[in-house]
């Protein structure tokens, strides 16, 4: 999928992926992402998360044509985010024919510390 | 409640947007807009770089998240009477329906509870008519100068 612009506002890149897995995205350290003094913004570990919750759906629905609207998303903040880059990637975890179950999870230098994750319920509209 | 600060509170958000010179809720473009005792409200004007649907012009959820974290942490230090570092612990958010291209989204934010340790948040999100609301965010700050 082509990233929106919101992903280039956050100057996300594509990282390459196992096979299986969904691709990983990065987030490099810039002040436009900057939350208090030091820390990244939670705004933007969240819209992290959900662009590679959108890019782990899309993946998953492969050439499907479907629509995918967010119904909700539920982010837990685990350990503050520095000054550096930040990675997510989702993983599908139920892709039903109206509703997909979707998880991401963010890190920095190690992926088993993560920095935050989420859970997120999508609604998959064909026309 | 009419805007303005309050006596009880030496925490101004108005000068405190005035004051900052970056980070992400200036690069989005969010502003100040009004707020009370426990409450404030933000605006999101609309930016093509905001937009998560290029076919459809719709903003990406994204900056209404950053909106609604910004509003309710916001809301927390009001009805603290004091700015204090705090962080994120969960937020969650429901999207009732798409943002209306063109328009700007107002996030309001309310801290309803703060015990020693959390602040308990929650609030909505509109384009326009506040009984017609696009989101509803419910969320948890951990207050960082308290002990647990």
Known sequence: MKLPPYAELLKLTVESHEDGAAPILAMPFESDVLGRPGFLHGGAIGGLLEMAAIVALHDALGNDDARVKPVNVTIDFMRGGREKTTRAQGIVTRLGTRVANVEAVAWQDDRDRPIAGARMNYLIARS | MAGGPTATSDFDPARFFAARSDGHGRRLGIEYHDHGADWAELALPYKPDQIGDPERGVI?????????????????????????????????????????????????????????????????????????????????FMLLDMPA
Request: aromatic letters at 6%; one cysteine or more.
């Open chain 2, 60 to 140: 990406a959820s994204g900056p209404i998240l950053t909106l609604m974290d910004m509003a309710t942490s916001i809301s927390a230090w009001l009805k603290r009477g004091m700015f204090a570092p705090q962080a994120t612990l969960d937020l969650r958010i429901d999207y009732l329906r798409p943002a209306t291209p063109h328009r700007t989204v107002i996030g309001r934010g309310e801290c309803y509870r703060v015990t020693r340790s959390i602040a308990f948040v929650r609030g909505q999100a509109h384009d326009g008519d506040p009984d017609d609301p696009l989101a509803h965010v419910a969320g948890t």
